[in-house]
């Protein structure tokens, strides 16, 4: 209980992995396209397509929100990510599904008897339903057909697509194209880091079935979100808690986000914690807005650094030095090597999702805050190259 005695408000902003915030800043339309390509029927091109964007774009976010649409029309959503036996794993649910929708094994006579003089009365056999599933094909084909479904279809998702095996995607390829040949209700959402993605479809340019297949899904690429759109969310989610702040501390708020969904996440999960209850005032907002701050290194930039070679972080570090985009020149010169040593180290960082580079060829970060989550940690990052 608060000391007022009233029962505290739990806090609407969601910022772990995954979870889904109550507003969906920003994404209004792209949520309205896929309600479109559901009720479109078969051949809509929102029934496949790539979700992409930055770490903390809210890839998987959308995903999930895009899933739940799909069950309130009476979908049936598998939701896999790209790790080793992915296939496998979707042939398993789709079954698990059929036979709840009502479909079952086909039964098997394994042995008969026969009315036979002296009592014997005819009957059979029946071998146990299979422990495996079938293929994934068949099994989406026959959950496809079950009577519940009939006006609606099954959706898969599929997260961080740009690490599936070659033998799986081929697989997913083929599977997807039969059934949308045979114009079946089926959608397949696969997100990834932009850049990876890319890699991906270039790396299978050479097998015409996957490349054709990737390169027919639609694109969505995920990026910040305006940032008067994230003042707005934030005005209206404290109304909604009958809770209150000054217009400029929300702008406060949403400008410390930079439109990252991620950061909106975490600043108003913390500026809301620290404020506890009635008006949220400048100063909760600055000390909920530096733990924000020290929070997204750990939980974003740590991981990701960690999972980069000692070269990688040494070029985010010298990129860190300048206040904005980094020439590729300077960078060389910080690192001492030739510019054309940079070639390989880009694409690393791009399909990382560490760094974006712009048509005039300068690289920036991908990402809120890294900037300075490197400059504050630049020393430790320097000791362990």
């Given at each position: 209980?608060?000391?007022?005695?009233?029962?505290?408000?739990?806090?609407?902003?969601?910022?772990?992995?995954?979870?889904?915030?109550?507003?969906?800043?920003?994404?209004?339309?792209?949520?309205?396209?896929?309600?479109?390509?559901?009720?479109?029927?078969?051949?809509?091109?929102?029934?496949?397509?790539?979700?992409?964007?930055?770490?903390?774009?809210?890839?998987?976010?959308?995903?999930?929100?895009?899933?739940?649409?799909?069950?309130?029309?009476?979908?049936?959503?598998?939701?896999?990510?790209?790790?080793?036996?992915?296939?496998?794993?979707?042939?398993?649910?789709?079954?698990?599904?059929?036979?709840?929708?009502?479909?079952?094994?086909?039964?098997?006579?394994?042995?008969?008897?026969?009315?036979?003089?002296?009592?014997?009365?005819?009957?059979?056999?029946?071998?146990?339903?299979?422990?495996?599933?079938?293929?994934?094909?068949?099994?989406?084909?026959?959950?496809?057909?079950?009577?519940?479904?009939?006006?609606?279809?099954?959706?898969?998702?599929?997260?961080?697509?740009?690490?599936?095996?070659?033998?799986?995607?081929?697989?997913?390829a083929a599977v997807v194209q039969h059934l949308i040949r045979d114009e079946a209700e089926i959608v397949l959402v696969m997100a990834g880091i932009p850049q990876a993605v890319d890699q991906m479809i270039a790396d299978n340019a050479q097998?015409?079935?996957?490349?054709?297949?990737?390169?027919?899904?639609?694109?969505?690429?995920?990026?910040?979100?305006?940032?008067?759109?994230?003042?707005?969310?934030?005005?209206?989610?404290?109304?909604?808690?009958?809770?209150?702040?000054?217009?400029?501390?929300?702008q406060t708020c949403a400008e410390a986000t930079g439109g990252y969904p991620f950061m909106i996440q975490l600043v108003g999960y913390h500026v809301w914690r620290i404020g506890r209850e009635g008006t949220i005032t400048a100063d909760h907002?600055?000390?909920?807005?530096?733990?924000?701050?020290?929070?997204?290194?750990?939980?974003?930039?740590?991981?990701?650094?960690?999972?980069?070679?000692?070269?990688?972080?040494?070029?985010?570090?010298?990129?860190?030095?300048?206040?904005?985009?980094?020439?590729?020149?300077?960078?060389?010169?910080?690192?001492?090597?030739?510019?054309?040593?940079?070639?390989?180290?880009?694409?690393?960082?791009?399909?990382?999702?560490?760094?974006?580079?712009?048509?005039?060829?300068?690289?920036?970060?991908?990402?809120?805050?890294?900037?300075?989550?490197?400059?504050?940690?630049?020393?430790?990052?320097?000791?362990?190259?």
């Amino acid at each position: 209980m608060s000391p007022a005695g009233r029962v505290r408000v739990p806090n609407p902003f969601k910022p772990s992995a995954g979870s889904t915030p109550p507003v969906l800043v920003g994404r209004g339309q792209v949520l309205e396209d896929f309600r479109d390509a559901l009720e479109d029927g078969p051949g809509a091109p929102g029934r496949l397509q790539f979700v992409t964007g930055a770490r903390g774009v809210g890839k998987t976010v959308l995903l999930t929100k895009m899933g739940s649409i799909a069950r309130d029309r009476k979908w049936v959503v598998l939701d896999e990510t790209a790790t080793s036996g992915m296939i496998d794993r979707l042939a398993r649910a789709a079954r698990r599904e059929r036979i709840a929708a009502g479909v079952e094994d086909p039964t098997e006579i394994v042995g008969r008897t026969y009315g036979l003089p002296g009592g014997w009365q005819a009957g059979a056999t029946f071998a146990p339903p299979p422990q495996d599933p079938f293929e994934l094909r068949q099994e989406l084909t026959r959950l496809l057909g079950a009577p519940l479904l009939q006006g609606a279809g099954v959706m898969i998702t599929v997260d961080e697509i740009h690490t599936i095996g070659s033998d799986e995607l081929d697989q997913l390829a083929a599977v997807v194209q039969h059934l949308i040949r045979d114009e079946a209700e089926i959608v397949l959402v696969m997100a990834g880091i932009p850049q990876a993605v890319d890699q991906m479809i270039a790396d299978n340019a050479q097998r015409p079935r996957v490349s054709t297949f990737l390169r027919r899904a639609e694109r969505l690429d995920l990026g910040a979100v305006d940032v008067d759109l994230v003042q707005e969310a934030f005005e209206m989610t404290v109304a909604d808690f009958e809770r209150s702040w000054a217009p400029e501390v929300a702008q406060t708020c949403a400008e410390a986000t930079g439109g990252y969904p991620f950061m909106i996440q975490l600043v108003g999960y913390h500026v809301w914690r620290i404020g506890r209850e009635g008006t949220i005032t400048a100063d909760h907002a600055a000390q909920g807005i530096a733990v924000a701050r020290r929070k997204i290194g750990n939980l974003v930039h740590a991981p990701a650094l960690q999972d980069l070679s000692d070269v990688d972080r040494t070029i985010l570090v010298a990129m860190c030095q300048d206040e904005g985009p980094s020439s590729p020149g300077a960078i060389a010169a910080r690192i001492g090597r030739a510019t054309n040593y940079l070639a390989v180290y880009r694409r690393r960082l791009e399909s990382a999702g560490m760094v974006q580079v712009g048509d005039d060829g300068r690289w920036r970060f991908a990402t809120p805050e890294l900037r300075q989550y490197l400059r504050d940690h630049a020393a430790h990052l320097a000791l362990n190259n």
